[in-house]
């Protein structure tokens, strides 16, 4: 018993960065997640440094070089304003993983303790919490944006919140099923054993092990979002104009498909390839951190 | 059996009752007085007397709530603010033009998905599968609003095949309501179609690979017939399941695509009542979604449990 207490709680930190080195090469060596991650550093990059990168301003009127076709100057045209597409895709981008990355924060900081939660106390807590996932599942996800934005109002804020909460619910159930997993093995049952109180294991031995389902679907639900603020933006219901987003640019672009339909290919294709990169990446992460979910 | 179907049962009325209590309170919670909302663009001070009164908006909250329900319950969903007309009769009116829109992409899933699955399956490692999966993947990743947008750019614009916007009734004529609803069913079903032809693929090669299947070829069955006979019929539980999960999305992605090409069906209901601030409406559509998402996937449920008795045995404890 003694052994066994004093051995058990050492593998998980002593293991974890060789086995971290391992999984790297491993994922260096998937070319389709390579590809991803490569794209999507990309697209995290010019998010960051947009200023820099727009060859212009991306609210500029040029009212002399309206609905432009691309060219020298302006490699994919400009809009009916004259403001140039490729720096209001640059900016749109920022928009974009801003949304992509605050919303998973946010569905993250409100799921993973009510998920520990529901998974460690079980009883009383996980019926709760069960049913309050229930009923976040019920509304469709447009239909959950479509209401908050109807009460707080639309705006990118907004649009953030509710494309947030809609991602509580796969969040609460991914930690819930994990921390059940974790309960039983042998360490946290050592842990408790030694007398660690239940934030200690709750805190320092099931979450750290429970971290790499969370990066999967950490990897499902930033795509998830940027395709949430496009679709918001689209309808009206997140960035107003004359904020770039890719997703007010589609708007814009549906009322010049004729004269000028390179508006609507290239905010499409940027946003095309951001979702199938985190795709890519996060389907190649799944296959090297989590091996129970990879099938065939 | 049917301790599994009553739990089910309970825990969808739990579910929908705390769903009406959200979508009850959702409105009450916006900041001001809720008259001020339910009266949209009418503001007088006779009209807001009005509407509290026909509201009840006087009353305590729990009775406020009641009449809520117990209107509901008899198909009462109130009087929207933007046409004077009761709720209940714009949504039999947009409820077709969904279920159309729905049923024609539910097709178009079905024939292409399960097709392209069993190709994918039956010719694996061929460029066949590899195509069929790239299209899948494709599909999965563009966003449907923008496919909408290239296909109207591609088959209404460049190549003016169908129509690109507009709702013509069925009845009224058949050709022309095809004509506009192509487009709008191929947007909608795509996603559906990837997620199928996935479904079909992974349960072919399970079929393919079991015994059954080696049996039946051993016996001297034609191709033909040890595919679509049996393989593929043992691979329709699954698929059939994973359709009924995914009949959700429909919903949501109603609302876009009835957006993009003007269709007057529920999802435009929805987005209208949105920007004409028109509550009783949204209170509504939104109330009427998710009892229907509730309710589908209650059904889906108990189809499963028939099918799969391990789902009954396991949900039961």
Known sequence: ?296 | MTKYLLTRLRQSLITLFLVSVVVFAGIRALPGDPALALAGEERSPEALAAIRESYGLNDNVVVQYGRFIGHALTGDLGTSSRTGLPVADAIGQALPVTLELAALSLLLAIVVGIGAGVVAAVRRGKPEEWLANAIALIGLSIPTFWLGIVLVLGFAIAVPVFAASGYVPFGTDPVDNLRRMVLPAIVLGSGLAAVVMRQTRAAMLDSLSADYVRTARAKGLSRGSVVGGHALRNSLVTVVTVLGLQLGHLISGAVVTEQIFVLPGFGKLTIDAVFTRDYATLQAVVLCTSAAYILINLLVDVVYSVIDPRIRLGGAR
């Open chain 1, 1 to 296: 018993m003694t052994t066994a207490t004093t051995a058990l709680p050492t593998p998980p930190r002593a293991s974890k960065r060789r086995a971290g080195g391992g999984k790297l090469r491993a994922l260096r060596r998937n070319k389709l997640a390579l590809t991803g991650g490569i794209i999507a550093a990309v697209f995290v990059l010019t998010a960051l440094f947009a200023p820099l990168i727009a060859p212009y301003d991306p609210s500029q009127p040029d009212f002399g070089n309206v609905l432009a076709e691309p060219s020298a100057a302006h490699w994919l045209g400009t809009d009916d304003l004259g403001r140039d597409q490729l720096s209001r895709i640059v900016h749109g981008a920022r928009a974009s993983m801003q949304v992509g990355l605050v919303a998973v924060v946010l569905a993250f900081l409100v799921g993973v303790p009510l998920g520990l939660l529901a998974g460690y106390y079980g009883r009383f807590a996980d019926t709760a919490v069960s049913r309050l996932t229930d009923t976040m599942l019920a509304f469709p996800f447009l239909v959950l944006a479509v209401g908050l934005a109807a009460i707080l109002g639309p705006s990118l804020t907004n649009a953030t919140i509710a494309i947030g909460i809609s991602q509580i619910p796969a969040v609460i159930r991914i930690t819930r099923a994990e921390t059940l997993r974790l309960k039983h093995v042998d360490y946290v049952a050592a842990a408790v054993a030694n007398g660690g109180g239940d934030g200690t294991v709750l805190f320092r031995h099931i979450l750290p092990n429970a971290t790499s389902a969370l990066i999967v679907q950490a990897t499902v639900g930033i795509p998830a979002a940027i395709i949430g603020e496009a679709l918001l933006s689209f309808l009206g219901l997140g960035v107003q104009p004359p904020a770039p987003s890719l997703g007010v640019m589609l708007s814009g672009a549906q009322s010049f498909l004729a004269p000028a339909p390179w508006l609507a290919v290239f905010p499409g294709l940027a946003i095309v390839a951001a979702t199938l990169a985190f795709n890519l990446l996060g389907d190649g992460l799944r296959d090297v951190l989590d091996p129970r979910g990879a099938t065939r």
